[in-house]
């Protein structure tokens, strides 16, 4: 049994956008390779729009992929396999309110994964398997019955972790988990995955766009830029040393609650927005804001390397 | 004493609903001087945008200011009428909205809707007030004002329509400007340069800041004096040093316990019991109490008074009560 559980090979994947009277591909991933090992948590990161979403997603044959491998545990994942696949790897999403179905009680929506993999013979086993799963959670029995709109957001995204958890799985895909909660709540969530993971062993892909919330809770840590990663490392590796001229703006754009540390700083400002990715620009995905761009940036896309073990970074010119 | 800018005074506001009264500001004070930057913190329903609709007056309909006072230069707020209260707003006090797509006008062009807030507040007319657009568009660092201002905001990403938002609140100038939590929609490094922004035109301008947020990073960065609110109340309040380092109130301490920070990686965080108060069933004393892990008997009782820590720093917590905590001690 190898240490890798999951492994993502040149992902692609290219959404159809009609633009006039032409068809045109939107590049939201496009080449992505990385692995997640047993129990270890990879916090992808980056900002809105650089195809994190989608990465997790099609990882999970949400959407089919273009091109690419996805391999589980030795196994490669297809449309014929993705149904008993699904016991291994889940998905918690980011909003609590519209991911849970306001007309099933939580003892439903925790208990449905059940039902379709037939994982439960009786009734009773059933019941007893929702209790142990709500308990894992911080859930009260006596909620099994109540709807979801009578959770605050705290707790309904407890009861989409519960869900993601009933069939065991090695691995989920958490989508920006905590993002909708409240500062004094996202603690009590964040707490939770991480006890969590040292009780069941599962591996994260901890996908969100608070770089200090990801930095806490994961090994490692890849970052996306318009649909590629840019650079992955070790997450104090990558927080004391990043070498992409992205890393390095990103990191430094980061408030920091610590007024003398987040003072002391210099802010590495990017110039403009990020491009279009209608209109990518050529080579490096980055060299429109990069204050390091070459020549050789705008005609040849760097393609990750290794700098040190276990860390890669995509750039000519660092 | 000097006279200060703006002094809020144990501001009362309350939203009336089907379910009863809403306290969502309860006795709320404090004091803004020219050229300061002040952060109200607080979590989602902790009054801290109502305080801040409270002064330029655009609360809900169902909400209203049920008692204190707000002091502009000494002058008191509620006793202006609509006209004069028009005339504050965008001259002496503007504001910016977390969500800048929704609060521009989608069909008509960024041009026009700067020119009308240069128009209603300026003598400035035709030639000339297209010209001050264009200045001001310059001022927040959009290039190719000329041709942006033919362009209608969903031509423009989250950044840019932030900027513009910047610059149709500074048309005339204002004393004040309050930014309710005005990188919250932005991605961490428009963030930053929104952040950067904003700063460098406080200091060019000389204006007073009022910063709402959540985000405790973005206070730390931006802010002199900061307020925490809870529960619609202040619980502590004091220069940025102050807060961050040596916190007072029980809410504070936890707050800061439960983020992700540089120096606690390693370390499990602390979270915060329990979850935010309903404001339709306030407890009798500290609206923290429930969440509180030192909460005393007096505590759920009585709610507590702000009292001084030192010169720059107040906190309204029973635990720095000498008093109150012998006598817990006692009764055990």
């Keep these: ?318 | 004493m000097a006279e200060h800018l703006l002094s809020v005074q144990d501001l009362h506001t309350s939203f009336f609903t089907d379910a009863g009264e809403v306290q969502a500001v309860n006795g709320v004070s404090f004091n803004l001087d020219e050229g300061e930057i002040l952060g109200i913190v607080g979590e989602s329903g902790s009054g801290k945008s109502v305080t801040a609709y409270s002064i330029m007056r655009i609360l809900a309909d169902a909400g209203k200011i049920v008692g204190g006072k707000i002091l502009y230069k000494g002058q008191d707020l509620a006793q202006f009428s609509e006209k004069e209260m028009q005339n504050f707003r965008g001259k002496c006090c503007s504001i910016i909205f977390q969500d800048p797509m929704t609060s521009l006008n989608p069909v008509f062009t960024i041009g026009s809707q700067m020119k009308e807030a240069v128009v209603l507040h300026t003598e400035k007319r035709g030639k000339e007030a297209d010209d001050r657009v264009v200045e001001l568009l310059e001022l927040v660092g959009i290039n190719e004002p000329r041709r942006r201002v033919k362009q209608y905001p969903f031509e423009l990403s989250g950044g840019m329509r932030q900027r513009v938002m910047i610059a149709m609140a500074l048309a005339c100038e204002p004393d004040i400007l309050i930014a309710d939590e005005p990188t919250t929609a932005l991605d961490v490094t428009i963030q930053a340069q929104i952040l950067e922004l904003m700063q460098e035109l406080q200091k060019k301008l000389g204006m007073a800041v009022i910063l709402v947020t959540h985000d405790l990073g973005v206070i730390a960065d931006m802010c002199d004096n900061i307020v925490v609110m809870y529960g619609g109340r202040i619980c502590e309040r004091g220069t940025a040093h102050e807060i961050f380092y040596n916190p007072k109130h029980e809410y504070t301490k936890g707050l800061l316990r439960s983020i992700p920070n540089v120096n606690n990686m390693k370390k499990k965080l602390v979270p915060i019991s329990g979850t935010p108060i309903n404001m339709l069933n306030m407890p009798k004393g500290c609206a923290f109490c429930a969440r509180c892990d030192e909460a005393m008997k007096i505590c759920l009782t009585e709610v507590p008074e702000e009292i001084w820590i030192n010169e720059n720093h107040k906190a309204a917590c029973w635990m720095n009560i000498r008093d109150a905590v012998r006598e817990e001690g006692s009764a055990q």
């Design chain 1, 1 to 318: 049994m190898s240490d890798t559980l999951v492994e993502v090979k040149h992902l692609k994947q290219y959404f159809p956008v009609k633009s006039g009277f032409k068809t045109i591909p939107l590049k939201a991933v496009d080449d992505v390779s990385f692995t997640v090992g047993r129990g270890e948590t990879l916090g992808l990161v980056g900002e809105s729009g650089c195809g994190k979403t989608t990465v997790g997603r099609t990882l999970l044959r949400l959407y089919k992929p273009t091109d690419g491998e996805v391999w589980f545990d030795g196994e490669q994942v297809t449309d014929k396999n993705i149904g008993h696949m699904r016991k291994q790897m889940q998905m918690v999403f980011q909003d609590p309110y519209s991911s849970l179905d306001p007309r099933m009680t939580v003892e439903d929506i925790i208990g449905e994964p059940l039902d379709v993999h037939h994982l439960c013979s009786s009734r009773k086993e059933r019941r007893e398997k929702i209790l142990e799963l709500m308990s894992y959670v911080g859930l009260n029995s006596e909620h099994a019955r109540r709807y979801a709109h009578e959770f605050s957001g705290g707790q309904r995204q407890r009861i989409g972790i519960a869900r993601a958890l009933a069939v065991d799985p090695k691995f989920i895909v958490c989508d920006e988990p905590v993002s909708a909660l409240d500062v004094s709540i996202q603690a009590q969530v964040i707490n939770m995955f991480e006890e969590l993971q040292e009780k069941l062993g599962v591996a994260y892909l901890f996908i969100a766009h608070d770089l200090l919330v990801v930095h806490h809770i994961s090994q490692r840590i890849a970052v996306m830029y318009l649909g590629k990663i840019v650079e992955i490392a070790d997450a104090d590796d990558l927080n004391e040393h990043p070498i992409h001229p992205y890393t390095e703006s990103l990191l430094s754009a980061v408030p920091i609650p610590d007024p003398d540390v987040t003072r002391a700083r210099k802010r590495i400002l990017l110039e403009g927005d990020v491009p279009s990715p209608l209109k990518m620009p050529t080579g490096c995905a980055f060299r429109t804001r990069c204050r390091y761009a070459t020549e050789q940036c705008e005609h040849e896309c760097p393609s990750l390397t290794e700098r040190s073990p276990g860390h890669q970074v995509a750039c000519w010119n660092r």
